[in-house]
């Protein structure tokens, strides 16, 4: 994301076999993808699609996706937690981008191994049941570092995302080893890979040719599923939609954020770019909403809980159900499901910090949201009533107050019905009510509505639900199943409002209310002629408040019996729906299962609680332990769940500490590092230095990088003045023969835009008289910090390209040559830590020597934890012990104290891997997840922490805290973490 055109606005073995079994029976639903347990006779599919929705198989399936960023979770164990999370909201896709910069070091150089394997990763959404939108860009935005270009492509020639020879082959070389993976996962050849993205809201300054030869090439590669791709918002206003024309996808789709970045006005923002329908772009393929708001990045640094606000469940009723039934959209992708932590150099510096939380539904830390109960409760309506896989609009019923208006429409096969009712004025917050003059397929009905604020509702009618006929209802449908030979659905509505359900039967049924109070009337109907003699036909009428949850049994009236549930908002969220089973209670279903009369669940509880498990069953295991169950007289098996364990979690003692920046020193040995001799440069901005001194054409480019120069003193010298780039929210320090001169802010992405500024990231630094002497060596030491890269959202390479390091350098009094030399990370391209990549590290003295490294030799360094830094570098280590209960699901952070520091950054290093930055400068984080996996929770653990100070500074304390605590949870084992060697 970036500042948009205007045009924006616009276990047991037991446990083990019931999960495998569980998995199985999410194959079979005609909903879920196949999974790679059964790839062994890898059955093939086939994706088609047409006006209305994409078909598998040739059976209509509604696409409810969100998107999943793997490489913002580096601990593969737990792409398996997030995925099932999703599919347990009712998702049934995901989405996921591949990012190039995360791949590749270096030109030709690939890693998909350990933290990076995306086959893996694929294997695992196939097996949490999940179709897969594959998203390879080759540019993906994302606000990952370079948009997820890799740096190295800087020095490539020829204009990015065009047909110039040098980002071609390029680009070609990234799929030509991305598309065989995503390939062999396809659906067609047994995997779950349905769709295939091609480039990324390629909108600006484009190219027709590359759009098509990116396609050729995934054909080239096997790639046989539809092509998509995600124009940005608005489509109608771009050149090209990509709907036809050289460089046409097959389904074009449609980004859409209506509620804007504004997390800091959270309360207020109510649709400022718009109202979020998804545009139409081509009669034979379906409306999908390629991207849709599901969160927010957080450009004023108000926190994510203020993106999640600002997308909340308000929002997402209003703004979701409005484009599903205005738009008529069958694919939907929500931007995120889940974002994640943008660890190491991974971020894009200007719009995004450390955390990639995006206020989604699932936190950072893996936590659900109420954003998660809203997705279920849609999701699991989406998914359960099939014939809103292929709707036209229709006449909305009339509404008898003109501040409640309708939307309708109908599946022209079954005849149901959908219509949507709100506000007529879009952001009305008041309390209104009308009656619907309702034609429905099974009569005409004076329907009673109320919308409470900016609530919406899709209501349905003449749906056959189940063996049921369900003629209307003012309260929602979340989902309905069949079980033991009965119906089981579940309805809600606004707490505390009118609620009426109305059913045909052909005589009068029986009506048990089990719960809650709920009034029946049965009216027989005139005779249908359409009928056979001597049938006849009536309405069962139920009426209600919705109040906490209502339970009704109705049995005879010519159908089999079906099992009403009548609840709340916060009622229906209860529910999970799994495999054959519909469960009440616990924090999370994961999966579940039933093999001769015992059903087999896997779930998540946070303390300890009732579980209510409708299906075929007479026994209950969950999680591998069989649970005390009674019947019900809802046919249900009511049992209780232990909760988790408490936990304690060590304090953080022992540190050791010590200063580095020796580079400062006049007599530092430089001699291995690069001299910065090069006079040419790819880069658009010509340097205003004798020599180059970008610090990617020397091959560092992530994290912090060195310079020093040398030059002949001549006594005279008053003033440095430097310009440097570092992104938005880096600095850089300077010193000279040892002594600290002082620090500026270094030029960013906007610097880069016409006309383009003249004097970037400039600093000004007086030379105290007499530090420079006449004949003699001087030594400027300067330490950059590279924050990421710009992205590539208007294909302009003056912004891409934008360098990285010293661009200008003067000294007043003295026209000496400067003789530079430059160091970043260790080997540069050439990587020295493979399993952590290229993203890890920066070229600060202790990152070159290992000092984030577990077992690095630091018995000799002070004792206690660095409580007052002076400006330069310093690090303090300690390490601890986890050993957290087995079989619970912790998420630890690690938590820095008091008011976020000013004057100074720290880097975060666990157990060698780098988990971000802290920092006033950098955003206003606090908190730093610590994923499992690469915390060990069964071991020691090693903590380095990097302050890089500009002033005289006192760190903030950190300690760590456990944000949350589940007994569940999916086996997690440890990263590979390499020590110091
Ligand atoms: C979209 C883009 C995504 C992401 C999002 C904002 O425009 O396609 O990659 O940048 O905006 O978070």
């Known amino acids: 994301m970036n500042v948009r055109p205007v045009r924006r606005l616009k276990v047991r073995l037991l446990a083990l076999l019931a999960a495998v079994t569980a998995t199985l029976a999410l194959a079979v639903s005609p909903l879920s993808p196949p999974t790679t347990a059964v790839a062994a006779a890898a059955p093939r599919h086939r994706v088609t699609y047409d006006h209305y929705s994409v078909s598998i198989d040739g059976q209509r399936v509604l696409l409810r996706s969100a ?38 070091p270096k030109a030709g150089e690939y890693d998909f191994t350990g933290v990076r394997d995306v086959d893996r990763l694929l294997t695992i959404a196939q097996q949490a049941g999940l179709y897969v939108i594959a998203r390879p860009g080759p540019y993906i935005n994302a606000e990952t570092t370079g948009g997820g270009f890799p740096a190295w492509l800087k020095n490539v020639p020829g204009r990015a995302r065009t047909s110039a020879p040098g980002y071609t082959a390029a680009y070609r070389d990234w799929l030509g080893h991305i598309d065989p993976i995503l390939a062999r996962h396809q659906i067609t050849r047994g995997g779950s890979v349905i769709l295939y993205n091609v480039e990324n809201e390629y909108a600006e300054a484009t190219d027709a040719a590359y759009m098509e030869d990116i396609q050729n090439k995934a054909r080239a590669d096997g790639i046989d599923v539809p092509t998509m791709t995600n124009d940005c918002c608005d489509a109608a206003s771009w050149t090209s939609t990509w709907a036809s024309g050289q460089g046409a996808v097959q389904i074009p789709g449609v980004d859409d954020y209506p509620q804007g970045f504004d997390c800091a006005n959270a309360d207020t923002s109510w649709g400022p770019w718009g109202a979020g329908l998804t ?91 109420d954003k998660y109960d809203e997705f279920k409760r849609q999701n699991l309506f989406l998914a359960s009533v099939a014939p809103l896989t292929r709707t036209d609009p229709a006449t909305a019923p009339a509404s008898s107050n003109q501040a409640i208006e309708t939307v309708a429409r109908v599946n022209t096969g079954t005849r149901t019905q959908f219509v949507l009712v709100r506000h007529s004025d879009h952001a009305a917050t008041t309390d209104d009510s009308a009656t619907l003059d309702w034609t429905t397929p099974d009569g005409r009905y004076q329907v009673p509505v109320r919308v409470e604020g900016r609530d919406a509702k899709v209501l349905i009618a003449g749906y ?135 059903a087999y669940v896997r779930a998540d509880t946070a303390k300890a609680e009732d579980v209510e498990v409708f299906g075929d069953a007479h026994r209950l295991v969950v999680n591998g332990s069989p649970v005390r169950t009674r019947p019900t007289a809802s046919g249900s098996l009511l049992g209780t769940l232990p909760g988790p364990e408490a936990v304690r979690l060590p304090a953080l003692t022992g540190w050791r500490s010590k200063a580095e920046s020796p580079e400062t020193r006049p007599a530092f040995d430089d001699s291995g ?87 970037p990231g400039r600093g000004d630094f007086t030379i105290p008289a007499g530090l420079v002497k ?37 000294v007043t009094g003295s026209d000496a040559p400067i003789s530079w030399r430059i160091q970043g990370a260790k080997g540069g391209e050439n990587l020295t830590d493979p399993t952590r990549g290229p993203l890890n590290n920066g070229g600060l003295y202790g990152e070159r020597a290992g000092w984030h490294l577990p077992a690095y030799p630091d018995g000799t ?98 300690s760590l805290v456990a944000l949350g605590n589940e007994r569940g949870g999916v086996p997690v084992s440890d990263v590979p973490s390499p020590s110091f060697r």
């Open 67 to 104: 998107e999943f960023h793997y490489f913002r979770l580096p601990s593969p164990d737990l792409w398996r937690d997030v995925l099932e999370k999703y599919r347990s909201a009712g998702f049934n896709t995901v989405s996921i981008y591949f990012d190039w910069a995360y791949h590749s």
């Open 279 to 369: 545009e139409r772009l081509r009669e034979d393929a379906p409306v999908f909403a390629a991207e849709y708001q599901g969160g927010s990045i957080d450009q004023q640094n108000a926190g994510f809980d203020k993106c999640r606000e600002l997308t909340g469940p308000k929002y997402m009723k209003f703004f979701y159900k409005s484009n599903l039934i205005e738009s008529g959209a069958t694919a939907f992708n929500y931007y995120m499901g889940f974002g994640g932590t943008n660890w190491g150099w991974l971020a894009q510096p200007n719009d995004v910090y450390t955390s990639y939380d995006y206020g989604s539904a699932i936190t950072e830390n893996r936590l659900l949201s």
């Open 464 to 598: 056959d639900l189940g063996g049921q006929r369900l003629v209307w209802s003012n309260s929602e449908l979340m989902t309905h199943t069949v079980s033991a030979g009965r119906d089981i659905a579940v309805l809600y509505g606004t707490d505390g409002t009118q609620g009426s359900t109305v059913l045909r039967y052909s005589s009068r049924p029986t009506v048990k209310v089990l719960q809650g109070s709920v009034k029946a009337s049965y009216s027989p109907r005139p005779i249908d002629p359409g009928l056979p003699p001597g049938s006849s036909s009536g309405d069962l009428r139920l009426d209600y408040t919705h109040s906490g949850l209502a339970r009704v049994l109705i049995s005879g009236g010519g159908r089999r019996p079906l099992l009403l549930l009548l609840g709340t908002d916060a009622e229906a969220a209860k529910f999970w729906q799994a495999g054959p089973l519909l469960v009440r209670g616990t924090s999370l279903v994961r999966s579940a299962t039933v093999r001769g009369q015992t």
């Open 673 to 759: 590092w690069t001299a910065a001799t090069k006079t040419t440069t790819e880069s658009p901005l010509k340097p205003k230095t004798p020599t180059v001194l970008y610090a990617d054409d020397y091959g560092y480019h992530y994290g912090d990088v060195w310079y020093r120069g040398r030059f002949t003193g001549t006594g005279a010298e008053t003033k440095v003045s430097l310009n440097a780039f570092t992104g938005k929210r880096g600095s850089y320090l300077v010193w000279l023969n040892g002594r600290y001169l002082g620090s500026a802010a270094g030029g960013v992405e906007a610097d880069a835009d016409a006309p383009v500024n003249p004097a």
């Open 774 to 810: 006449a004949g003699q060596q001087a030594v400027l030491s300067v330490l950059v910090e590279n924050q990421g890269h710009n992205d590539d959202w208007i294909a302009d390479d003056n912004r891409f390209k934008q360098p990285r390091g010293l661009y200008a350098v003067t």
């Open 861 to 958: 360094w002070k004792t206690g934890a660095a409580t007052k830094v002076t400006p330069g570098v310093t690090w303090q280590r300690t390490s601890f012990r986890l050993d957290l209960p087995k079989g619970q699901d912790v998420p630890i952070a690690l938590r820095f104290g008091g008011p976020v520091g000013q004057g100074y950054r720290v880097q975060i290093f666990l157990n060698g891997w780098n988990l971000g930055q802290y920092g006033g400068d950098i955003g206003p984080q606090t908190d730093f997840t610590l994923p499992a996996g690469l915390l060990r929770q069964h071991g020691g653990n090693t903590l380095a922490l990097a302050i890089v100070a500009r002033a005289d500074a006192t760190p903030a304390p950190v």
